[in-house]
């Protein structure tokens, strides 16, 4: 168990609609990075939030936002989805704000499996 | 960003053989970090490296990083069926991540 929490764990739902995936890092952890994985692919970083405000920035798709609370926990917001969101979506928590030069270690949640029909 | 290759996507291995998993960069990595995913799991953080040459043992796996810090590779000697799983490897800045290898274990 790596102490990052995320719900729901499955989630299906039809194309178009709006969904809300959930992260709350481990305690103690000021930054929550959001992936994608899909089939055969490798993790697909998003975005990055640092105690509330937004570090990093990967490929996230306009239709995806994504905020950080003041109790550190984490929403990912996907909406007009379509068939090729189906993903399976980890959340991952550091310490730190992250960087080339620093240690960051990254403790991954046990991902929400997305399903658009 | 930066770009981290890893090879070979798939391997298969009799269980008790080496397994070795090569990442490549095309820039300077400041570092590199594994990570093992197991069937049905997430990711798990196995080590960082951030000196050029740098090689650090765990166990019966062993990651070189290398002097040009171009590359890196993990290597698992004797490889047992708990070993079977994803091995990525992650640029320096934590966020890019290799698209995997995939060790598969015959006994």
């Known amino acids: 168990d790596s102490g990052v929490t995320q719900t729901p764990k499955h989630l299906i739902t039809a194309t178009g609609q709006r969904v809300t995936l959930r992260c709350s890092p481990r305690?103690?952890?000021?930054?929550v990075y959001w992936y994608q994985q899909s089939l055969d692919q490798g993790l697909q970083f998003l975005i990055q939030y640092y105690n509330g405000e937004e570090r990093a920035k990967g490929n996230i798709l306009e239709r995806f936002s994504a905020q950080q609370f003041p109790d550190l926990h984490s929403e990912l917001n996907l909406s007009s989805l379509e068939l090729g969101d189906s993903a399976l979506y980890f959340c991952?928590?550091?310490?730190?704000?992250?960087?080339?030069?620093?240690?960051?270690?990254?403790?991954f949640g046990p991902g929400t499996r997305l399903t658009v029909l | 960003g930066q770009q981290v290759m890893q090879i070979p996507q798939y391997q298969h291995v009799q269980e008790g053989e080496d397994f070795t998993t090569y990442c490549n960069s095309s820039t300077t990595l400041s570092n590199i970090q594994w990570y093992k995913q197991r069937p049905g799991g997430h990711p798990v953080f196995l080590i960082q490296l951030v000196k050029s040459g740098e090689v650090k043992k765990q166990k019966r796996l062993t990651f070189q990083f290398g002097e040009a810090k171009k590359n890196s590779s993990l290597h698992i000697t004797a490889t047992q069926t708990t070993d079977v799983g994803t091995y990525f490897c992650?640029?320096?800045?934590?966020?890019?991540f290799g698209k995997g290898t995939h060790l598969i274990i015959q006994p």
């Open positions: 992650a640029s320096a800045d934590g966020l890019t």
């Open positions: 305690s103690g952890d000021l930054s």
């Open positions: 991952a928590s550091s310490v730190g704000s992250g960087g080339p030069l620093s240690y960051n270690e990254q403790f």
